[in-house]
């Protein structure tokens, strides 16, 4: 089922979800709160509502659910995939199509919008995927409604271990709705990129490792993405000057 316009529009999706993971995380590990700086999503929540690959929902004459993305209309059914051998295909391309999904049938959804997703879904899938489409949507949504809940107390950690802890309970919210192998197909490389970039955040603040070294460990972080992916972790920081004050009037 992976066709043409289908492929790119979740590969769009996809790489932002990647952007934004490890943005949210740069952006508590920077320089500390700024509470005139808009929110940024954490990794795993719903990534695509503000952005120009959103999309929206709307039912066509044959009352199947269908989702807007930049412009081209699709099927519900046809944001997930089937393997080769059968059965539904489950992978970052999946988490794309559930944050569509998420994007145009928000919480204040109404039964009968999430019941028309249900038919169309049951309609355009073999009955076991279709099932198992809709349980994924469903425990997605119930994922994304926890970690708004859990996001103002997850803090801004300034160190590694506060960092690790972190994750750790973004892994244990995930685990909560997903099994392992579920958790890490949907979230498990954009969860790595944003540990790293938090690890890059803690480097580049570090005055206790001279530029060298901070420039060194930054290297190493980066050669653990893949290649495509590498220019997320930032360069190093350059040193604040230091200003010498060489007016006479002043000493």
Not at 227 to 235: E, H, N
């Amino acid at each position: 089922m992976r066709v043409g316009v289908l492929d790119v529009l979740k590969g769009r999706i996809g790489a932002l979800l990647c952007v934004v993971a490890v943005l949210a995380v740069l952006a508590r590990w920077g320089s500390g709160p700024d509470p005139d700086e808009p929110k940024v999503p954490a990794p795993g929540a719903s990534a695509v509502a503000q952005s120009p690959a959103g999309s929206s929902v709307a039912g066509n004459d044959k009352g199947l659910v269908e989702i807007d993305m930049l412009g081209t209309k699709l099927d519900a059914a046809r944001l997930f995939d089937l393997g080769f051998a059968g059965g539904l295909t489950i992978d970052r391309d999946t988490r794309a199509a559930l944050e569509a999904l998420s994007t145009a049938l928000p919480d204040g959804a109404s039964e009968v919008d999430m019941q028309k997703l249900e038919s169309t879904l049951r309609k355009g899938l073999p009955p076991e995927d279709a099932e198992k489409a809709i349980k994924l949507f469903q425990d997605y949504r119930g994922y994304q409604a926890d970690m708004k809940l859990e996001l103002p107390a997850l803090g801004n950690p300034g160190s590694q271990e506060a960092s690790d802890a972190y994750f750790d309970r973004i892994l244990q919210v995930q685990r909560k709705h997903f099994d392992e192998a579920t958790a890490k197909a949907l979230f498990g490389q954009d969860i790595q990129n944003a540990r790293l970039g938090s690890l890059a955040g803690i480097i580049n603040r570090d005055s206790g490792l001279s530029p060298a070294q901070r420039k060194e460990q930054l290297d190493a972080l980066r050669a653990l993405l893949p290649a495509d992916q590498r220019d997320l972790i930032p360069d190093l920081e350059p040193a604040a000057p230091v200003i010498v004050d060489t007016d006479p009037v002043k000493r």
